[in-house]
């Protein structure tokens, strides 16, 4: 019996219970148990179909099962899908070349998943600290913002502000200075000889869309270049056109030292992350400093090139840019008494409720029912991210829905 066939002997309730009881409770996922993807579309066990407005918190942008990507990953698995980095592949340097090119950086150090690029670039920012700027020995602070969201290890959780995802998982990693997000004197004030960076989230997906006031990026630049201290942008979730620029670092003209990259950079088939910043930065590590099993894998190497090939080719940083305006003007019109504003950038919206709304949950449950998947983040906020391919027919035929489903008492 072929896999997928397995899964069809079990219906939607079934599987949901299964997953319930086998698995730990770390995600309170949405009643939707999907089986196919195909461009913004998804499909569950039942048949019924659903816009995607998450895009797997915009791992997706290039949309579900894109054909070229796919393709990519066919071969290059038929081929040669694993090396480690102990022996060269011929795929890797041709990454780094494509994304190089793009980003206009000097030099890549590529991972996994989100989370351990963020690792390598904290390794780097402290080793950057110690060999050039000379801070002493284990000294290196690093400056984060309030209601950060970087990932889940143990040192990236030791910087957050959510309770949660900190609760019963000490002791933390030393070593981070946390400020309020959007105000660039509270970092000027933070800055102490023995700051090596900055690191922030040009717009802070994960606390609700939050886009810090205009010039923000530009002053922090500014402090950096004063102070010696490196700015490092955590472009996970707003690179790779999410925003209507390739970096989101770009609305402001701002170029970091470091921008970590990850979700759609493996194309929304396969994980993919990556470090590029200067030689001066990533020139530091030499051989044995750090690594990755699977990082830089083949496959991984053939996906990201082409995953970059679709954003260029299909235009996806212009169409998120225009896209996103249009759906963002047509979400402002939607007269509804729970909805208290309304902000991002790009395909980057989030739609922030009135306190008294009870609660974003009970409208993606019904935008659900409706055949568009949004996921609520922070009680009040729903996120619209869809792939950065959605159409303006699309959103013709997605916003009078939402209207309707916030419009309801
Ligand atoms: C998703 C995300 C991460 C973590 O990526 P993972 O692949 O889940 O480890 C880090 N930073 C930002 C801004 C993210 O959105």
Redesign the pocket.
């Known amino acids: 019996m072929a896999a997928n066939e397995a899964y069809k002997i079990r219906n939607a309730e079934e599987l949901i219970a299964l997953e319930e009881k086998l698995g730990a409770h770390n995600y309170h996922p949405l009643d939707v148990v999907l089986t196919r993807g195909e461009g913004v579309w998804v499909y569950d066990t039942d048949g019924n179909r659903y816009l995607d407005c998450l895009s797997a918190?915009s791992a997706v942008n290039q949309g579900h099962a894109h054909p070229r990507i796919v393709q990519a990953m066919i071969e290059q698995a038929q081929h040669l899908p694993l090396t480690s980095r102990a022996f060269r592949n011929d795929q890797l340097p041709l990454f780094y070349e494509k994304l190089l090119d793009l980003t206009g950086y000097e030099m890549v150090l590529p991972m996994n998943?989100?989370?351990e690029a963020?690792e390598t670039a904290l390794k780097a920012a402290r080793k950057w600290g110690y060999q050039v700027k000379g801070i002493p020995a284990n000294k290196a602070e690093i400056i984060v913002a309030e209601g950060n969201?970087?990932?889940?290890t143990i040192t990236i959780i030791s910087f957050s502000t959510e309770d949660q995802y900190r609760e019963d998982f000490g002791p933390f990693t030393p070593g981070f200075v946390t400020i309020p997000y959007g105000d660039a004197d509270a970092i000027a004030r933070a800055i102490t000889p023995n700051t090596a960076a900055v690191f922030i989230?040009p717009i802070q997906?994960?606390a609700g869309v939050i886009v810090p006031p205009e010039g923000y990026l530009r002053r922090i630049r500014e402090m950096c270049d004063q102070h010696h201290v490196l700015l490092i942008a955590?472009e996970?979730?707003t690179g790779l056109g999410r925003t209507g620029k390739m970096l989101a670092s770009e609305h402001e003209n701002v170029r970091p030292d470091m921008v970590v990259l990850?979700?759609a950079l493996g194309g929304g088939v396969y994980p993919v992350?990556a470090v590029v910043a200067s030689r001066e930065i990533l020139g530091l590590f030499r051989p044995g400093d750090h690594g990755s099993t699977f990082g830089g894998n083949p496959i991984a190497a053939a996906v990201a090139q082409e995953a970059l090939n679709v954003i260029v080719e299909e235009h996806l940083v212009e169409n998120a840019a225009a896209m996103g305006q249009y759906f963002r003007d047509h979400l402002e019109e939607i007269n509804s008494p729970h909805i208290d504003h309304i902000r991002g950038k790009g395909l980057l919206i989030g739609v922030v409720l009135k306190p008294e709304a009870g609660g974003a949950r009970r409208f993606t449950e019904v935008l659900q029912k409706r055949g568009v998947l949004a996921k609520e983040t922070h009680e009040h906020i729903i996120r619209f991210a869809p792939p950065l391919i959605i159409d303006q027919p699309t959103l013709d035929w997605v916003l009078p829905i939402i209207r309707d489903v916030l419009q309801m008492p």
């Not at 969201?149 to 889940?152: A, I, P, Q, S, Y």
Request: negative net charge; aromatic residues 12%.
């Open positions: 918190y998943t989100g989370a963020v969201f970087h990932g889940r989230e997906g994960e955590d996970i979730q990850g979700k992350s």
